[in-house]
């Protein structure tokens, strides 16, 4: 079938997709539950661009429907919201708190070592 219409790009990277996923239109159709390949007819051939019925199907087979219709690979990516201040001012403080932890463990851990040594001391010079 020719491509023609007005979504000629998005029928060309719907025609790839489905040959990359599925080889055929018709394995396809059979994935999304269509009776046949004229159910995807008039998107493949670039004379109506994808609704949210068909949307739905598609991606829950697995196709980029974003990257069909907008020609970017993967899901928008929304600019991270602002910091809020007060969960910032908590994260420094848990953050101090660990670091202090991780400090208190290095120095016991030390003292363990000199108290091991001074029994090992003590044991070689009982048993002489």
Known sequence: MPIQGPFTDEAK????????????????????GAKDASYITAYVTGKNR???ILREKLEAVGIDVNYILYGKKG???????PPDPALT????????????????AIDMNKQ?????KLLDTLKKRVGQ
């Open 13 to 32: 990277r719907l025609r790839a997709e489905i040959k990359k996923k599925f080889k055929t239109q018709v394995a396809l159709c059979q994935a999304i």
């Open 89 to 104: 001012l908590i994260l420094t403080d848990c953050t101090q708190k660990i670091q202090q932890l991780q400090n208190a």
């Open 112 to 116: 363990l070592l000199e108290l091991n």
């Open 50 to 52: 994808i609704g949210n």
């Open 75 to 81: 899901t928008p990516q929304l600019p991270p919201p």
